[in-house]
């Protein structure tokens, strides 16, 4: 019986910042938001929301469209690297919010815990959950994974033009609507790294944004070498001599921090793939330049960034590989379509690949294209660092729930606010009663501690109709 996601729901908060109006605060060219990063809104949490009331917003708009009731639930994972407490787990914080709603105890059984890997949690929690699934543990109950995140980083920093904020829940179960995921091709990599880390009591991360981004490139590329393998032993897929496993795969959906690196990782892995196939002559010579060798031949990633002749001619090459018909074929028929929401809500942490697969089913099928059958691949990476990729295949009755998807009606209508009122909210100058929206059928945050020393820590919500 085939196990993946019946169906899927995202909550975004409506405050953004506009591009323009950041890029002029910032003294930035807003060209290179708008192409170089591939922003054009940042979606910001209001002081009265956090992860956890935005996992159970997305949650509860995912039972109440498929009309779910706590008894069809046998499991509510929430992965997410925001975490709220270094003890009590986000999923203990949705539970509680969701049986305000449907009743006490009434999601008593559905255990779960959080996950955390960086971006790459939410797909450690999916493959957990559909193995319980396949493994026939599931009592016929289906599974709920939420990934949920604030992308927050230092004011002034390059990572500030990379935030964003929102939640995905995915609906698990057997014979799904949507996906159904390939068995035993999984493929995970992992590497003790500092890339991208946040010490117990920091809220923004250290970053190391040119080593992390090549450290997602190579980890991704790993776990493809793993996949491939296991892929053509299971016999999904079937590789001719001058073809590459790419060439089997419809759509990739991949990490995406901010969208222009979704085109980056594209391009990288076809490098890869291609590159001792018949048709790189032709390519190389569309772009009227061999391809550069890294002198040390371990190409590790510090014998890289240390052959700084080798990255300056393999970035000329690769901005020139970008724009060949090759690239440009695979990039609009395979990836484009999961870039568009990254654009108009920014980054999502572990949601943003989800944010990315359900983009990608939503524009597919406005282009009125034949979803059922094709494969997606995916390639999610987590720093610290992990990176797992495995598939899956569109399942026949996608339609009943792609036709419904309306990105910007889901969204909500959206509040712009000013830098000014930005960075008050980024320094936490506004308290959880100082939100700038009222909320409407919605968690929020109405409390944090408590009068007395037992209850310090302690939050609070409210189901806000
Ligand atoms: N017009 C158009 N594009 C422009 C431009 C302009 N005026 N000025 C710069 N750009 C382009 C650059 O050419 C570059 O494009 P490329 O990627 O195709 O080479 C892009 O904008 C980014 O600029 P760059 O100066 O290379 O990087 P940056 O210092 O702005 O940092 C990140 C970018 C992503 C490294 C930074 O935002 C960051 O650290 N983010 C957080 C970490 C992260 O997201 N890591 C990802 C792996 S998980």
């Given at each position: 019986?085939?196990?993946?996601?019946?169906?899927?729901?995202?909550?975004?908060?409506?405050?953004?910042?506009?591009?323009?109006?950041?890029?002029?605060?910032?003294g930035i060219?807003?060209q290179?938001?708008?192409?170089?990063?591939?922003?054009?809104?940042?979606?910001?949490?209001?002081?009265?929301?956090?992860?956890?009331?935005?996992?159970?917003?997305?949650c509860?708009?995912?039972?109440?469209?498929?009309?779910?009731?706590?008894?069809?639930?046998?499991?509510?994972?929430?992965?997410?690297?925001?975490?709220?407490?270094?003890?009590?787990?986000?999923n203990?914080?949705?539970?509680g919010?969701?049986?305000?709603?449907?009743?006490?105890?009434?999601?008593?059984?559905?255990?779960?815990?959080?996950?955390?890997?960086?971006?790459?949690?939410?797909s450690?929690?999916?493959?957990?959950n559909?193995?319980?699934?396949?493994?026939?543990?599931?009592?016929?109950?289906?599974?709920?994974?939420?990934?949920?995140?604030?992308?927050?980083?230092?004011?002034?920093?390059?990572?500030?033009?990379?935030?964003?904020?929102?939640?995905?829940?995915?609906?698990i179960?057997?014979n799904?609507?949507?996906?159904?995921?390939?068995?035993?091709?999984?493929?995970t990599?992992i590497?003790?790294?500092?890339?991208?880390?946040?010490p117990f009591?920091?809220?923004?991360?250290?970053?190391?944004?040119?080593?992390?981004?090549?450290?997602?490139?190579?980890?991704?590329?790993?776990?493809?070498?793993?996949?491939?393998e296991?892929?053509?032993?299971?016999?999904?897929?079937?590789?001719?001599?001058?073809?590459?496993?790419?060439?089997?795969?419809?759509y990739?959906?991949v990490?995406?921090?901010?969208?222009?690196m979704g085109?980056?990782?594209?391009?990288?892995?076809?490098?890869?793939?291609?590159?001792?196939?018949p048709?790189?002559k032709?390519?190389?010579?569309?772009?009227?330049?061999?391809?550069?060798?890294?002198?040390?031949?371990?190409g590790?990633?510090?014998?890289?960034?240390?052959?700084?002749?080798?990255?300056k001619?393999?970035?000329?090459?690769?901005?020139?590989?970008?724009?060949?018909?090759?690239?440009?074929?695979?990039?609009?028929?395979?990836?484009?379509?999961?870039?568009?929401a990254?654009?108009v809500?920014?980054?999502?942490?572990?949601?943003s690949?989800?944010?990315?697969?359900?983009?990608?089913?939503?524009?597919?099928?406005?282009?009125?294209?034949?979803?059922y059958?094709?494969?997606i691949?995916?390639?999610?990476?987590?720093?610290?660092?992990?990176?797992?990729?495995?598939?899956?295949?569109?399942?026949?009755?996608?339609?009943?729930?792609?036709?419904r998807?309306n990105?910007?009606?889901?969204?909500?209508?959206?509040?712009?606010?000013?830098?000014?009122?930005?960075?008050?909210?980024?320094?936490?100058?506004?308290k959880?009663?100082?939100?700038?929206?009222?909320?409407?059928?919605?968690?929020?945050?109405?409390?944090?501690?408590?009068?007395?020393?037992?209850?310090?820590?302690?939050?609070?919500?409210c189901?806000?109709?």
């Open positions: 019986m085939p196990v993946g996601i019946d169906d899927m729901a995202i909550y975004v908060p409506k405050l953004y910042i506009d591009y323009k109006d950041f890029a002029e605060a910032r060219d807003p290179k938001l708008e192409y170089g990063i591939g922003i054009k809104k940042m979606a910001l949490a209001d002081a009265n929301q956090d992860p956890a009331s935005m996992a159970a917003n997305a509860m708009r995912l039972m109440k469209n498929n009309d779910l009731h706590p008894q069809d639930i046998g499991r509510i994972y929430v992965a997410t690297e925001s975490g709220l407490d270094e003890s009590k787990a986000m203990s914080f949705v539970i919010m969701l049986e305000q709603v449907y009743g006490e105890s009434t999601l008593e059984h559905a255990g779960g815990i959080e996950c955390k890997f960086a971006c790459v949690s939410g450690y929690a999916l493959y957990d559909t193995n319980w699934i396949r493994a026939g543990e599931s009592n016929d109950k289906a599974a709920i994974v939420i990934v949920s995140d604030i992308a927050k980083y230092d004011l002034g920093s390059a990572g500030e033009y990379t935030q964003g904020a929102g939640a995905v829940a995915l609906l179960k057997e799904p609507r949507l996906v159904a995921f390939d068995e035993r091709v999984t493929s990599i590497k003790n790294e500092y890339d991208f880390y946040r009591g920091k809220e923004t991360p250290l970053v190391n944004g040119l080593y992390s981004n090549l450290l997602y490139l190579i980890q991704v590329r790993k776990a493809l070498e793993t996949y491939k296991k892929a053509l032993k299971a016999g999904i897929i079937v590789l001719r001599d001058d073809e590459s496993v790419t060439d089997h795969i419809d990739i959906s990490h995406l921090p901010y969208r222009r085109e980056k990782a594209l391009a990288y892995l076809l490098r890869h793939e291609w590159r001792h196939l048709r790189w032709k390519i190389t010579e569309e772009i009227g330049m061999d391809e550069p060798v890294p002198k040390d031949p371990r590790t990633i510090e014998s890289i960034l240390a052959d700084v002749e080798f990255m001619a393999d970035e000329k090459f690769r901005r020139a590989f970008m724009i060949t018909k090759y690239y440009q074929d695979v990039f609009d028929k395979k990836m484009a379509s999961s870039l568009q990254s654009a809500i920014g980054n999502l942490y572990t949601a690949m989800y944010m990315g697969l359900r983009s990608l089913l939503e524009f597919e099928y406005l282009k009125n294209i034949d979803l059958g094709k494969r691949g995916f390639g999610s990476y987590g720093s610290g660092c992990s990176a797992m990729v495995f598939s899956g295949v569109i399942q026949e009755k996608y339609k009943e729930l792609v036709s998807m990105l910007d009606r889901d969204i909500g209508p959206r509040t712009k606010i000013s830098i000014e009122d930005y960075e008050k909210l980024h320094k936490n100058t506004r959880y009663n100082e939100a700038f929206l009222d909320a409407e059928d919605e968690f929020i945050l109405v409390n944090i501690g408590g009068k007395t020393a037992d209850r310090a820590g302690f939050r609070e919500y189901y806000a109709g």
